[in-house]
Structure formats: structure tokens, C-alpha cells
């Protein structure tokens, strides 16, 4: 069973960064595409970034230009580079991976507040 853990969330300021990081653990496979996706309180789970096994990356308009995903392939890891972060980006932070299976990690909090 495959497990994706998220780390990195929390509270920042709006104009700061914070970096999410995804590890992949227990029978990991290859991945061929992961991404994050965000949920704030009483909306829908919404794209935020995905990368897929080229490398190529796509983005939500609402924060291209700001942020940044990657992934180290040999580890199963998904990073994501958050810079100048609004208040409109608190909400719950899920990693996403697809490969032999859909799997989601349990969900990181980043709260951006004065």
C-alpha cells in the first residue's frame, strides 16, 4: 500500500513563502504524474500544480508566476515552492499521485494571515 505524506504547511504572513514537501512511502511505484491540489473551507478540492513523469508542469492561473512544483523521481517526492502567498491561498494542501492507482496524502494546513 502506498502512503503519501505531506509536510511543510503552516502560518505565514501574506508575501511569504512556505515549501510543501510529498513523500511517497511503502510500495512506491513510479508515479507517471503528481500534482497538488488545495481545498478551502466550503469549496471544492481544486488543481493547484502538476508535473508529470517529463518533467512538464502545469499550473492553476491563480498562481502561476508564484508557484513552483518539482519532484525528485528517484524518491517519489513532489515539492511545492510557495512565494508571495496571499490570504486567498489558505486552505488544506493535498498531494496527489497516479501510478498504478490514484493516491492522496492526508492534507497539510497553510494558513497566510497578518
Known amino acids: 500500500q502506498v502512503q503519501l505524506v505531506e509536510s511543510g504547511g503552516g502560518l505565514v504572513q501574506p508575501g511569504g513563502s512556505l515549501r510543501l514537501s510529498c513523500a511517497a512511502s511503502g510500495r512506491i511505484f513510479s508515479f507517471t504524474s503528481m500534482a497538488w491540489y488545495r481545498q478551502a473551507p466550503g469549496k471544492q478540492r481544486d488543481l493547484v500544480a502538476a508535473?508529470?513523469?517529463?518533467?512538464?508542469?502545469r499550473y492553476a492561473d491563480s498562481v502561476k508566476g508564484r508557484f513552483t512544483i518539482s519532484r525528485d523521481g528517484a524518491k517519489n517526492t513532489v515539492y511545492l515552492q510557495m512565494n508571495s502567498l496571499k490570504p486567498e491561498d489558505t486552505a488544506v494542501y493535498y498531494c496527489?499521485?497516479?501510478?498504478?492507482?490514484?493516491?492522496w496524502g492526508q492534507g497539510t494546513q497553510v494558513t497566510v494571515s497578518s
Open positions: 508535473i508529470a513523469s517529463d518533467s512538464s508542469t
Open positions: 496527489y499521485g497516479l501510478g498504478g492507482g490514484i493516491f
